[in-house]
Structure formats: structure tokens, C-alpha cells
């Protein structure tokens, strides 16, 4: 299905696959850097955190352009460091605004900044900004290339497929969250 040539379902497997990322991310600092100890840190039953999904689609969709064109300034190609601070805008907006929403839906958000160097409201702050750049660098020269490579090998019906079953499994685990 295509809606002005995009294909939703490349789409979403592109948002299903960096909700993953982020969750491995997300569990990664708990269990190694923070020795917290592993627990779900999503909102869902599924290994997937929205937020870093549409994250990831947002900046892909708006800096892809820029990524891929040349920005000289004194001779010297700049168009990685405008996307990396694009990245850092993007996702900090998106960081703000997730935990408002949360806030409204469920009276509290589910991280806190307010010991960071340069923070707003314990809600974003720069070190974490500054990491959601590196990791979305890392995304958009590394693992979206390789992604988008290994989507465009699976054939017609093994795309359709594999969208169905994991939208199905996804929709599910979303009702499933706001019937509860």
C-alpha cells in the first residue's frame, strides 16, 4: 500500500525496528551502565518503545534530504554535524512533548533529568540530547542504509508477510494497553 509514494508497510517495519532498537537501548542502560537490573521499560507488553520509533521516522523523513546533499561552509562538507544538531532538535522536542502527553495520560512521565547539567524541568537535558544525536547518527549512516538494503531483498509476499503479522501483533499489544 502506498500513500503518495510511500510504502506504509516499509514504513512501518522501519518504525517497528527503531522501537526495538529503543528498547534494547533503553534495557541495555539499565542492566550494564546503570546496574539497575531489567525490567520492561515500555509502556507496552511487546520489546518496543513507541517514542523511539517515531523518533526515528521523524528525523529520517526530515534530514534524509540533508543527509544525503552537501553543505560546504569554507570548503568543508558540514551536512553530517546539520544533521546530527537536527537529530539533537528533533528528538528533544519529541522528548518534551512524550512527557507531557505521559503527564496528561498517566499523571507522571517516566524519566527524570533533574540532576543533569543543563536540564528543563527534570523533562530533557543536554546529555541526553546529546546521546539521542549520537545513536540517531548511528541510525541514519549505519543502520537505516542496511535497513532499508535488507527490506528491499524480501519479495512481495514475504513483505506482506512479515507486515502483517508483526502490525497484528502490534495492534494488538496497543489495544490490549488501553483496555487495561
Known sequence: MKIKNV????????????????WLYEVFLEVVVYRWGFSNRG?????????????????IFCLTGLKN???????????PVLVFL????ITTLLELLGSYIMEFTKGEWMWDYSSYFLNFQGRIALNPSIRFGIGGM????????????????LNKKHLNTVFIIL??????????????
Open 7 to 22: 510504502d506504509v508497510k516499509k514504513v512501518f517495519l522501519n518504525f517497528l525496528f527503531y522501537c526495538v532498537v529503543g
Open 43 to 59: 509502556i507496552l507488553f511487546g520489546p518496543y518503545l513507541p517514542i523511539y520509533g517515531i523518533g526515528a521516522m521523524s528525523f
Open 69 to 79: 546533499r552537501k553543505v560546504n561552509f569554507l570548503g568543508i562538507n558540514i551536512s
Open 86 to 89: 537536527g537529530i539533537v532538535v
Open 138 to 153: 548511528i541510525i541514519m549512516y549505519l543502520l537505516q542504509p542496511l535497513f532499508e538494503k535488507t527490506i528491499t531483498k
Open 167 to 180: 502490525f497484528t501483533v502490534f495492534l494488538v499489544d496497543v489495544v490490549v494497553y488501553f483496555l487495561r
